[in-house]
């Protein structure tokens, strides 16, 4: 069974960092680039992050590019993300799903965690 399980979420105020975190299983971790996408109340759901399987490309999304910092550990099989500087535009559920970038867009690529909740409170 596949397994993306997301954590770290949770209620900082507006400035303050958070650290999340994806552990996977299931499948050839090593064969998958891995990201982050968000969705906030009443909005579409968008790429935030993908970091390649085996040199470590990332991508980041304009909104979050010198705030997050996407890394993955591919022994344990998690990838995670740090989050600095954190804006209330940041808050919503955040996936981790298998990624790819297409004509420079970030998209799911098939496998989908549950989310994990960011709250910011300006």
Known sequence: EVQLQ???????????SLRLSCAASGFTFD???IGWFRQAPGKEREGVSCITPSDGKTYYADS?????????????????????????????????????VVYGSLIG??????????????
Do not use: H, P
Not at 109 to 120: A, D
């Open 64 to 100: 979050v590019k010198g705030r997050f910092t996407i890394s993955r550990d591919n022994r344990r099989n998690t990838v995670s993300l740090e989050m600095n500087g954190l804006k209330y535009e940041d808050a919503g559920t955040y996936y981790c799903a298998t990624c790819q």
């Open 31 to 33: 064969n998958y680039a």
């Open 6 to 16: 997301a954590s770290g979420g949770g209620l900082v105020q507006a400035g303050g």
């Open 109 to 122: 690529s098939g496998y989908w965690g549950r989310g994990t909740l960011v709250t910011v409170s300006s």
